[in-house]
Nanobody, 114 residues
Framework: QVQFVESGGGMVQPGGSLRLSCEVS????????MAWYRQTAGAQRQFVAR???????TYPDATLGRFTASRDNAKTTLYLQMDSLKPEDTGVYYC????????WGQGTQVIVSS
């Protein structure tokens, strides 16, 4: 059974930083493009970063230049370094394979507020 366990969220002031982790099990992790998503109340999950098999990462305009996604295939763990956080980054953050095919984990809550 595929499981995603996200952690590292919290409350931070605008301009602050957080580092999220996602431990993945039950999946041939190194064979999948992985991605981070976030969801706010009443909205659909939004793509925020993806990491290719070779570690190359891509981002939408909303997170480009502020977020850095990475992966450790040996630890089957995905990371998201978030810098220069803004209030609009508030939400529950999830990881999954690109496209979100597998069941979602519990996510980790990020609140950016002064």
């Amino acid at each position: 059974q595929v499981q995603f366990v996200e952690s590292g969220g919290g409350m931070v002031q605008p301009g602050g930083s957080l580092r999220l982790s996602c431990e993945v099990s039950g999946l041939s992790f190194s064979r999948y493009v992985m991605a981070w998503y976030r969801q706010t109340a009443g909205a659909q999950r939004q793509f925020v970063a993806r990491v290719a098999l070779n570690g190359a990462s891509t981002y939408p305009d909303a997170t480009l230049g502020r977020f850095t996604a990475s992966r450790d295939n040996a630890k089957t763990t995905l990371y998201l370094q978030m810098d220069s956080l803004k209030p609009e980054d508030t939400g529950v953050y999830y990881c999954n394979i690109l496209g979100g095919t597998y069941n979602w984990g519990q996510g980790t809550q990020v609140i950016v507020s002064s």
